[in-house]
């Protein structure tokens, strides 16, 4: 299984920005697919994640009401729709597969290399 993180980008705060995620190899329907991030200096967060099948997703606080994670079966992605953009979300974001469901970076066992999202004010 390969992950290739894509999207990320320089925006000012208030903007969106999309990310999105390919997975290549096998995907299983009790695949669970997840975003998370760290910013310079601290540790990795949980952002998001979403059931390969089905309609259930799972938002930090942090995100919930800005960011949208969304999955396309028949391409294979999952993405990442980030509306009013802070600087604090300035991190780089890291798209991983798993069998978990929620922030538990422990259930995710393929990770992709990350894209930078950098927020200015």
């Known amino acids: 299984v390969q992950l290739q993180a894509s999207g990320g980008g320089l925006v000012q705060a208030g903007g969106s920005l999309r990310l999105s995620c390919a997975v290549s190899?096998?995907?299983?329907?009790?695949?669970?697919m997840g975003w998370f991030r760290q910013a310079p200096g601290k540790d990795s967060e949980f952002v998001a994640s979403i059931r390969w099948t089905g309609s259930s997703t799972y938002y930090a606080d942090s995100v919930k009401g800005r960011f949208t994670i969304s999955r396309d079966n028949a391409e294979n992605t999952v993405y990442l729709q980030m509306n009013s953009l802070k600087p604090e979300d300035t991190a780089v974001y890291y798209c991983?597969?798993?069998?978990?469901?929620?922030?538990?970076?422990?259930?995710?066992?393929?990770w992709g290399q990350g894209t930078l999202v950098t927020v200015s004010s």
């Open positions: 190899g096998r995907t299983f329907s009790s695949s669970v």
């Open positions: 991983a597969k798993g069998i978990g469901f929620g922030p538990d970076p422990n259930s995710y066992h393929h």
